[in-house]
């Protein structure tokens, strides 16, 4: 399958004469597709038709730029079980989460289009007799979207929708290793007549296309999700742009469990949080702050449950943990695994790749489990993006608050216990944008901001009606109806 650009609403053959990027299943390393290795001509040529589009995309009316978003949400949950199965081939996550993160484009879907009869601004009083005020929001124009391969359905739905509803026009630059599903949301903005020119898509390295996304001057916004590493890049060449640029990057999450915790409860957590998506989620948990009392026990029950996990091909509906996206991931994996031997975490589980039948020809990693983790090691600090998980013990609230906290990241955090005080403590002084209770790290729902502290993010969320703040610039008007000068802060007595 040849995947071209699409471009002012047509499939287009790319410029250039470099060699095609192939797409590889990374359960079996079957060839599934190829996609361009764009220039930074096409982009020029995807920004000229977006900037051209949005001046009279910007005068439809707001409720109507959202029925579009209705009809895509539609055809999405018409098409959901073709959705996750070209997401599972390209990427790699079971068949379920799949379909969850499908389910998650859908609900954005109908979500942001509420959004249309909304948009609120706010009307204030004056100052001045017979003068009225208020603010609006008024779209910024062409925007840039940046999605990793972890989430391409799920993540580009939450840049793409509230920059449609808001009145802009974007080009993304999808990952290449999830290009299908750019193709698949193409298809899908062409099936219900989204006018050509508001969505785009460029495919292409990160250093051609998306540099010349971040550096182009008709492109006002640039969304980012992906590692801290590159975010940083894209926020200095972004702000030498004086561009709006909104970052979600990495985490290193933690679950704490407290000595009053339901054991059983907190272990099934652990286990989603840690091991679904192969580990490859920005909410992964990679670490467990346990308090001492009940270290042995949740030990005992992780170890008897992660026996059960069943690895393979996400396609069979038995499986529960994937490959992991390709070989570099593997490799990076595993010199992190070796890491931690080395500064003295005793390994209880995993620790290695998988190459024997069944697993020959695909990316998998055994899931793996530290314990004896020190807070300042290496594998409690970095971020691995795999199933690897450390055990950190603790003594109380207070030292794993203090744990939690001392990393550069600050995405998601949890904790599980039954006495109140602890759980209000506790949220109250957890330093990450997301905090669960009682539950794992994963698994935000779309109508609340999504993003991050410190090295996860820049003060922007993705999702609920906060991503509305990256797409849209707030407008003050002033009416004064009094017939007659008035000036602000003098004429007031």
């Known amino acids: 399958m040849e995947i071209k650009n699409y471009i002012g609403g047509e499939w287009v053959t790319s410029h250039s004469h ?159 290793e999830t290009p299908m599903m750019a193709y698949e949301m193409g298809k899908i903005f062409e099936e219900v007549g989204l006018p050509g020119g508001v969505a785009n898509i460029v495919f292409g390295t990160g250093p051609t296309v998306g540099s010349a996304l971040i550096e182009h001057p008709d492109v006002r916004v640039i969304s980012f999700t992906g590692s801290t590493t590159t975010g940083s890049k894209v926020a200095e060449l972004g702000g030498k742009h004086l561009k709006k640029v909104s970052l979600e990057m990495g985490g290193k999450n933690a679950v704490i469990v407290m000595d009053d915790a339901d054991l059983q409860l907190a272990t099934e957590g652990i286990l989603w949080s840690a091991f679904g998506t192969a580990g490859q989620r920005c909410t992964a948990c990679s670490r467990v702050i346990v308090h001492k009392d009940v270290r042995e026990e949740l030990e005992k029950r992780l170890l008897e449950e992660m026996r059960k996990l069943t690895i393979g091909d996400g396609l069979d509906e038995g499986v529960k943990i994937g490959p992991v996206i390709n070989k570099a991931a593997l490799e990076k994996i595993n010199h992190y695994v070796q890491i931690g031997k080395q500064e003295g975490a005793t390994l209880l589980a995993g620790g290695r790749i998988l190459s024997e039948p069944p697993y020959e020809k695909g990316f998998y990693y055994e899931p793996t489990l530290f314990t004896n983790v020190k807070p300042d090691m290496i594998i409690a600090q970095e971020e691995i993006f795999g199933p690897v998980v450390s055990l950190i013990e603790v003594a109380s609230l207070d030292e794993a608050i203090e744990v939690n906290n001392g990393v550069k990241f600050g995405l998601s955090s949890s904790i599980f216990s039954q006495n109140v005080n602890t759980i209000f403590r506790a949220q109250r002084d957890l330093d990450t944008g997301i905090v669960y209770v009682n539950a794992g790290t994963t698994g935000a729902e779309i109508h609340l901001p999504f993003g991050g502290t410190k090295g996860t993010g820049n003060g922007h969320r993705d999702s609920g009606v906060a991503a509305l703040d990256v797409y849209t610039e707030w407008k003050s008007i002033y009416v004064d109806y009094s017939g007659k000068l008035q000036r602000a802060q003098i004429d007031t007595e």
Do not use: C
């Open 18 to 176: 470099l060699q095609s990027i192939v797409v590889t299943n990374p359960a079996n390393g079957e060839q599934l597709a190829t996609i361009p290795r764009s220039t930074a001509s096409e982009v020029d040529e995807a920004v000229a038709v977006a900037k051209q589009v949005q001046k009279s995309w910007a005068l439809v009316p707001a409720p109507r730029r959202a029925d579009y978003l209705y009809a895509i949400g539609q055809r999405m949950k018409e098409k959901k079980e073709h959705l996750a199965t070209v997401l599972t081939k390209e990427m790699g996550k079971v068949i379920e989460e799949a379909r969850g993160e499908v389910q998650e484009g859908i609900d954005m879907a109908y979500y942001m289009a509420g959004e249309g009869r909304r948009l609120f601004g706010e009307t204030t009083p004056s100052e001045l007799a017979n003068k009225f005020a208020m603010s609006v929001r008024a779209p910024i124009g062409v925007v840039g979207l940046i999605t990793p391969w972890n989430f391409p359905v799920a993540i580009a739905t939450w840049k793409s929708f509230p920059a449609i509803v808001a009145g802009n026009t974007f080009i993304w630059k999808p990952s290449n």
